[in-house]
C-alpha cells in the first residue's frame, strides 16, 4: 500500500510536466493567451519545480518526510483546482507555479520514504523497479490522458484531475506510512532557494518580453536578462559562503559532473521545445484532435524507454562516453531533420521517422548521462547529486521552451511582415516559425554533443555511488 500511495504521486508529479501540453491549444483560446506568453504553462511548472527541489528535499528530510508529504499532496490539490478554475492568464501560470513549488516537496519527500519503508535490499530494489517505470511512462500517460482529457470533457480537467487524485493519496498515506526524519541540524538554504529560483524566472521573463515585440534591445529586455544573470552570479557566491550551501559547488565542478549536468541542461532544453511545438503542429498544421496528437507521441515515448533499457545492458560493455556521443549524435541529426517539414509533410511519412530517430538517439544518451552524473560522488553529495540531474532537466526544459517561442514569435512575425501579401488562414508563417524554432533547438542538441566530446572522460570500470535518487 505504501509503494502504491508513493507510486500514485510520483505518477501525477511526472505526468504533469506534459499533461497540459497537449490542452495547451484549446487553453490559449479559451483564456486569450498570446504566443508570447502560452510558454509560462510549460515553464512556470518547471521553474518553480527545478528551482525549489533542492530545498524541497531538505525541508522533508528535516521537518518529516511523512508530514511534508501529506502538506504538499493537500497543496498540490489546492493548485491544481486554483488552475482548473483560472479565469485569466496570470490565475492559470501561477497555479502552475504554485504545483511546480508544492512538486518539489512532495516528489523528494515520496522517494525518501520508500527508501525508509522499505529496509530489505530485494524488496527495496523491486520497490525502485516501479519506481522507475512510473517515472518512464507519467510522460506518455500524461500526453495521452491530456487528449482524451480535453477532447471529450474540458482542458480545465487536465489539472482538475489531480485533485481526486491528491485526495486520494493524502487519505491512504495517514494509515500506511510512517513518520521519519534525518538527523543534523535543521539549516535551509532559503536565500539560495530564492536566487536561484528569481534568476531563472526573471531570465525566462525576460525572453518573454522579446517574444511580445518589447526587442532584445529595449531596456526592460535588457534589464530583465541582466537582472537574471546577476541573481544566479550571487547565488554562486551565496554558495561559496553558507554554512550549509543548497548546491555545494564541488559536485558541479567535478569534469564529468558538469560536463553531464550541462548537457542535460541543453538536451532538454531542445528536446522540452521540440515537443512543445510538435504539439502545436500536430493540432494547427495537421488538423488532430487533442487525443489523436496525445497518441502522435505515443511512439516517441516507447522508443525512448525502450531504448533506454537496451542502454542499461550496453553500459558495461562499452561505457558511457561512446553511448553519450552516439545517442546525441542521433538527437541532433534527427532534430534538424524536423526542419525539412513542409506543407505536404504527412504524420507517417515525415513526424514519425523523426520522432523514432530522436527518441532513439536520447533514449541511449539518458542512462549513461545519469551513470557518469553519479560517478565517484562522496556519499554525503550523493542525494544533491541526484537531485541536481532532475534540476538540470526541469530547468533545462523551462529555459529551452522559452527560448525558442520567442524565436518562433519573432519568425512568425517576421514572414508575415515581408510576405504581406499572405493569405488569412495560411499555414505558411506557422511553419517558417517551427522550423526556426526545430533549427535552435537542434543546435542545443550539438551543443550538448560538443560538451560531451571535450569534458567527459569516464571510463568504462568507472561505477556510479549505488545511492538511490533524492
Known amino acids: 500500500m505504501a509503494l502504491a500511495v508513493i507510486a500514485v504521486s510520483t505518477l501525477m508529479v511526472v505526468l504533469d510536466s506534459t499533461i497540459v501540453t497537449i490542452a495547451l491549444p484549446h487553453a490559449q483560446a479559451d483564456l486569450g493567451i498570446s504566443n508570447a506568453d502560452r510558454q509560462w504553462a510549460v515553464t512556470a511548472y518547471a521553474l518553480a519545480f527545478g528551482g525549489l527541489l533542492l530545498l524541497g528535499g531538505r525541508i522533508a528530510d528535516f521537518a518529516g518526510r511523512k508530514r511534508v508529504f501529506l502538506i504538499s499532496a493537500l497543496g498540490f490539490a489546492a493548485a491544481s483546482a486554483l488552475g482548473g478554475l483560472a479565469v485569466d492568464p496570470a490565475m492559470l501560470f501561477g497555479a502552475r507555479a504554485l504545483q511546480g513549488a508544492f512538486a518539489a516537496?512532495?516528489?523528494?519527500?515520496?522517494?525518501?520514504?520508500?527508501?525508509?519503508?522499505?529496509?530489505?535490499?530485494?524488496?527495496?530494489?523491486?520497490?525502485?523497479?516501479?519506481?522507475?517505470?512510473v517515472q518512464g511512462v507519467g510522460g506518455a500517460i500524461g500526453l495521452i490522458l491530456g487528449g482524451v482529457l480535453t477532447e471529450y470533457v474540458s482542458w480545465r480537467w487536465t489539472l482538475l484531475v489531480n485533485v481526486p487524485i491528491a485526495v486520494a493519496a493524502f487519505l491512504a498515506a495517514l494509515p500506511t506510512l510512517r513518520e521519519s526524519r534525518?538527523?543534523?541540524?535543521?539549516?535551509?538554504?532559503?536565500?539560495?532557494?530564492?536566487?536561484?529560483?528569481?534568476?531563472?524566472?526573471?531570465?525566462?521573463?525576460g525572453f518573454t518580453l522579446a517574444a511580445e515585440g518589447t526587442g532584445w534591445?529595449?531596456?526592460?529586455t535588457l534589464g530583465l536578462l541582466g537582472a537574471g544573470v546577476a541573481l544566479l552570479a550571487a547565488f554562486v557566491v551565496v554558495e561559496t559562503r553558507s554554512a550549509s550551501p543548497l548546491l555545494p559547488l564541488r559536485v558541479v565542478l567535478d569534469r564529468n559532473r558538469g560536463g553531464a549536468l550541462l548537457a542535460s541542461v541543453l538536451i532538454f532544453g531542445g528536446l522540452f521545445g521540440m515537443l512543445f511545438f510538435l504539439t502545436y503542429y500536430f493540432q494547427v498544421n495537421l488538423d488532430y484532435s487533442p487525443i489523436r496528437a496525445g497518441l502522435a507521441f505515443l511512439p516517441f515515448s516507447l522508443g525512448l524507454i525502450t531504448t533506454a533499457a537496451l542502454a542499461s545492458s550496453l553500459l558495461p560493455r562499452f561505457g558511457p562516453k561512446p553511448?553519450?556521443?552516439?545517442?546525441?549524435?542521433?538527437?541532433t541529426?534527427?532534430?534538424?531533420?524536423?526542419?525539412?517539414?513542409?506543407?505536404?509533410?504527412?504524420?507517417?511519412?515525415?513526424?514519425?521517422?523523426?520522432?523514432?530517430?530522436?527518441?532513439?538517439?536520447?533514449g541511449i544518451a539518458l542512462v549513461p548521462l545519469s551513470s557518469v552524473a553519479m560517478h565517484g560522488i562522496d556519499p554525503e553529495d550523493a542525494g544533491v547529486g541526484a537531485a541536481m540531474l532532475n534540476v538540470s532537466q526541469q530547468v533545462g526544459g523551462a529555459l529551452g521552451t522559452a527560448v525558442l517561442?520567442?524565436?518562433?514569435?519573432?519568425?512568425?512575425?517576421?514572414?508575415?511582415a515581408t510576405n504581406p501579401g499572405t493569405a488569412e488562414g495560411s499555414?505558411?508563417?506557422?511553419?517558417?516559425?517551427?522550423?526556426?524554432a526545430f533549427t535552435l533547438s537542434a543546435i542545443l542538441m550539438a551543443a550538448a554533443l560538443i560538451v560531451l566530446i571535450l569534458l567527459v572522460n569516464a571510463r568504462r570500470s568507472a561505477d556510479p555511488v549505488a545511492v538511490p535518487e533524492g
Open 105 to 133: 516537496l512532495l516528489a523528494p519527500a515520496g522517494l525518501s520514504l520508500l527508501v525508509v519503508t522499505f529496509t530489505n535490499p530485494k524488496e527495496l530494489a523491486k520497490a525502485f523497479g516501479v519506481y522507475a517505470a
Open 405 to 416: 517561442n520567442t524565436i518562433y514569435v519573432s519568425a512568425y512575425a517576421g514572414f508575415l
Open 182 to 205: 534525518a538527523p543534523g541540524s535543521r539549516r535551509y538554504d532559503i536565500p539560495g532557494a530564492l536566487l536561484v529560483t528569481s534568476g531563472l524566472a526573471a531570465l525566462v521573463y
Open 323 to 331: 553511448l553519450l556521443v552516439a545517442g546525441a549524435t542521433l538527437a
Open 333 to 362: 541529426l534527427g532534430t534538424f531533420w524536423l526542419t525539412s517539414l513542409n506543407e505536404s509533410s504527412s504524420y507517417v511519412g515525415s513526424v514519425l521517422p523523426i520522432e523514432l530517430v530522436i527518441s532513439i538517439g536520447v
Open 427 to 436: 499555414l505558411a508563417p506557422y511553419l517558417e516559425g517551427y522550423r526556426t
Open 217 to 220: 534591445s529595449a531596456p526592460s
